[in-house]
């Protein structure tokens, strides 16, 4: 069964954020979700779908939400100027895992972000996602950075 990767729409917020919710390696700082959602997801969705340089992508299979991620550009001062797309929330169904979705998910991450002229695609992983970070380097992201987090609430 083929997976087209495109933009959300409104209709898969519910889908989406059931994704964004699932079980990580990781305890994640979201409630499982609830219906109808609370209003600030279709606040945030908005707000993204408004930003020119933004965007919430699905992976669709079958005509089912399976996959999604967040991508940024990132107009940077230094480096020229140049811009920099940020990669964020990347999730993958778990009975889907490891059949191409993410590798397809990150193609048309990497694809948009050359085409908005971004010189960087880049991403933070928690450190006790090891299995990402595998999937991450077999794609061609090298670790260079350590990253840090200030929680504010």
């Known amino acids: ?39 600030r997801y279709g606040v945030a969705f908005d707000a993204i779908a408004r930003d020119p340089l933004a965007w919430v992508m699905v992976a669709e299979r079958g005509g089912r939400v399976v996959g999604v991620f967040q991508l940024n550009v990132i107009q940077h001062l230094a480096y020229g100027g140049g811009r920099v797309a940020q990669i964020e929330n990347v999730v993958v169904e778990p009975t ?20 908005h002229g971004c010189f960087r695609v880049q991403l933070t992983s928690n450190n006790v996602r090891t299995r990402a970070h595998t999937f991450y380097e077999r794609l061609g992201f090298v670790k260079t950075h350590q990253g840090m987090k200030l929680m504010l609430g």
């Open 1 to 39: 069964m083929s997976v087209l990767v495109r933009e959300a729409r409104p209709d898969d917020l519910e889908a989406i954020v059931h994704l964004l919710a699932l079980p990580q390696e990781v305890k994640r700082m979201d409630a499982p979700p609830t219906v109808p959602l609370d209003p």
């Open 96 to 115: 889907l895992r490891s059949s191409g979705i993410g590798a397809l998910m990150m193609r048309e991450a990497i694809d948009r972000a050359r085409a």
